[in-house]
């Protein structure tokens, strides 16, 4: 059997370096060379999963098809390696702690003191050896390489365990089949202008007296690094000059595989993993080409995200990436218009009017209203005001799981005239409960507890634009991650008013998408769509959300009506490349059509 090969990724200095990028980066990079590649999240902290941490404190809990409700560097490892991870690839210091506690707890110690070193330290690289045999790519058998990502930075307390067992499996899988990859930091003084590499220094020095010894560096820094300043840390950090990498300030982060592949930086890896035959080009055209789209886009698609946490975008990390795919295909601008939805409640009026005008005046502007998920009620009756205004106002409007939610509460309060229409997550008295808890919950434990993970929707109304959208198929299977669903009870008497359940789960009793018809575009679902958005296969819902938002939605469906046709224009191919050669659309409906095409059908596509 081949031997795996492991890189891991390891952070100095501060926090927040884009240690996750990075290591997806290194990934894509691997991936382009024709490598299989899996990926591994340590996080050294206690919980055992991201499910029960505030988005505020830790950005956005990304969930998997197996309802792992995981770090969101996971998802950059979905994004950037078309890869599917499970539970297992994120491991926590809780997890481990568990595993072996319970280990004890059975007798498979019996007569031993448990401790860190050996059984901690054991567990973490069983557990690292397992998980990165299991194939993430749709194809049999493992990968060729596994990227590991250890979270924090080198000298915390929690990371300490982890550190050991590293160094430990380093020595394990043995020389040629280990690579370790140090991100750190060189800041420039503003000062004498000078780049600084002590805290490189003093960072590598820290791992190796933990018994790591990094192979290559991955500095951040604003400006690429000069010639002397590597040779300084390639001196002091026993690294060779030519594998000191500068990772330094870029328009977007798809062009972080991009400077990895310029600096050679597979090369580098490729050397130290003893995999010579392999060091070919990358093959990165049409992530370049994407890429350099991307950066050329001027006109503008204003969204407006209404949500709880604007103040920290990681907090709807997925949505944000899901909607860039979305205006990348439709070739515009993304600009993201943050409205906190409190702002737009009366209370906000009397009690902040600067805040309560501007959040109305941001709203106003847009072109289209994207209400993301969410818990508790804080903001709830500023999202019921959002969802009312876009539908009132024939606004594209989107809303994802919480944002269905309060599309619903919004219709029965308005349409069918129950003023106090709620769910019962927000008044559990409600007279009139539109939203309920799902009989399967918990309520009691908190984590792990909810409707979790992929799950099946069927379409029941075939001429509608969410499953024109999804390419006319009849089920779908996306991520969900919810305690409260739609009451079945209250469904006649709203579809009875023009609101359409265009898609149900198995039972037919569970609302997964609903529609408002005769509106130029307002969609609900109880899913999580972006959690399978990619940067080449935008989501289907997330593209027509933009496409409405800057008037290509008609386009967007029309080309799809023709799919056939588009087939096989794009089998013939030469007006495409003629678009894609020059760098910008001249076709937009061509475009959005061979998006949709390549959305269909699964394929990647030279286009966005
Ligand atoms: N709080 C709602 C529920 O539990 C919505 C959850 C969400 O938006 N992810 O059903």
Redesign the pocket.
């Known amino acids: 059997m081949k031997k795996m090969k492991y890189i891991l990724v390891t952070g100095g200095v501060v926090s927040g370096l884009g240690k996750g990028v990075t290591a997806s980066s290194i990934g894509l990079l691997l991936k382009a060379c024709g490598l299989r590649v899996t990926s591994i999240k340590i996080d050294p902290y206690l919980n055992s999963d991201a499910g029960t941490m505030s988005p505020f404190e830790h950005g956005e809990v990304f969930v998997l098809d197996d309802g792992g409700e995981v770090d969101l560097d996971l998802g950059n490892y979905e994004r950037f390696l078309d890869v599917k991870l499970t539970r297992d690839n994120n491991i926590t210091t809780g997890k481990i702690y568990q595993y072996v506690l319970d280990k004890e707890r059975r007798g498979d110690y019996l007569g031993k003191t448990v401790q860190v070193v050996p059984h901690i330290t054991d567990a973490i690289q069983e557990w690292i050896e397992r998980v990165a045999m299991i194939p993430v790519d749709g194809k049999e058998g493992p990968a060729d390489v596994c990227v590991i990502e250890l979270g924090g930075t080198i000298g915390d307390i929690e990371s300490m365990p982890f550190i050991e067992a590293l160094g430990q499996f380093s020595y394990r899988v043995g020389a040629g089949n280990f690579c370790l990859i140090h991100v750190s930091l060189v800041p420039v003084l503003n000062v004498v202008g000078e780049q600084k590499t002590k805290p490189t220094q003093h960072s590598v020095r820290g791992l190796r007296g933990l018994g790591l010894t990094p192979n290559i560096l991955a500095c951040r820094s604003t400006m690429a690094l000069d010639d002397n300043v590597k040779e300084k840390l390639s001196q002091f950090c026993h690294v060779p000059a030519e594998d000191v990498i500068t990772l330094y300030d870029v328009p977007n982060i798809w062009h972080v595989p991009l400077l990895l592949r310029d600096q050679k930086a597979h090369e580098a890896i490729f050397k130290v993993l003893n995999l010579p035959g392999i060091a070919k080009e990358p093959s990165l055209k049409e992530w370049t080409t994407r890429t350099e789209i991307c950066d050329g886009l001027h006109e503008r698609v204003r969204i407006a995200i209404v949500g709880k946490y604007t103040g920290l975008p990681d907090s709807y990390l997925s949505v944000l990436k899901a909607l860039l795919h979305a205006s990348v295909a439709c070739r515009k601008k993304l600009v993201v218009d943050w409205v906190p939805a409190s702002d737009l409640e009366d209370m906000t009026e009397i009690e902040n009017l600067d805040a309560y005008k501007a959040a109305w005046k941001l709203l106003k502007s847009a072109d289209g209203v994207l209400v993301p998920?969410?818990?508790g009620d804080r903001g709830v009756q500023g999202k019921i005001l959002a969802a009312k205004y876009a539908r009132e106002n024939r606004i594209p409007f989107f809303g994802?799981?919480?944002g269905m939610?309060v599309a619903v509460i919004e219709f029965a309060r308005s349409v069918l005239g129950l003023t106090d229409a709620n769910s019962t997550?927000f008044d559990p008295s409600t007279r009139n409960p539109c939203v309920i808890f799902m009989p399967e919950g918990s309520k009691t434990q908190m984590g792990g507890t909810?409707r979790l993970g992929s799950r099946r929707t069927y379409f029941e109304v075939m001429d509608c634009k969410s499953v024109k959208l999804y390419g006319n198929r009849r089920y779908i299977d996306e991520r969900h991650?919810?305690?409260?669903?739609v009451n079945p009870d209250i469904v006649g008497r709203l579809e009875n008013a023009g609101l359409s359940f265009t898609g149900k789960d198995e039972s037919g009793q569970r609302m997964e998408v609903i529609e408002v018809p005769d509106h130029p575009y307002y969609i609900g679902v109880q899913f999580?769509p972006e959690f399978k958005s990619r940067p080449g296969k935008p989501s289907a819902l997330f593209l027509g959300l933009v496409a409405a938002a800057c008037g290509q939605l008609d386009a967007l469906l029309q080309g799809f009506e023709s799919r056939e046709k588009v087939n096989c224009e794009i089998g013939n191919g030469p007006s495409n490349k003629k678009v894609y050669q020059n760098g910008y659309a001249t076709k937009p409906a061509n475009i959005i059509r061979d998006a949709i095409y390549s959305y269909c059908n699964g394929l990647s596509c030279t286009v966005i």
């Not at 991650?481 to 669903?485: G, N, P, Q, T, V």
Request: glycine residues 14%; proline residues 0%; contains cysteine.
């Open positions: 998920g969410g818990f994802i799981c919480l939610q997550e909810m991650r919810h305690r409260y669903e999580h």
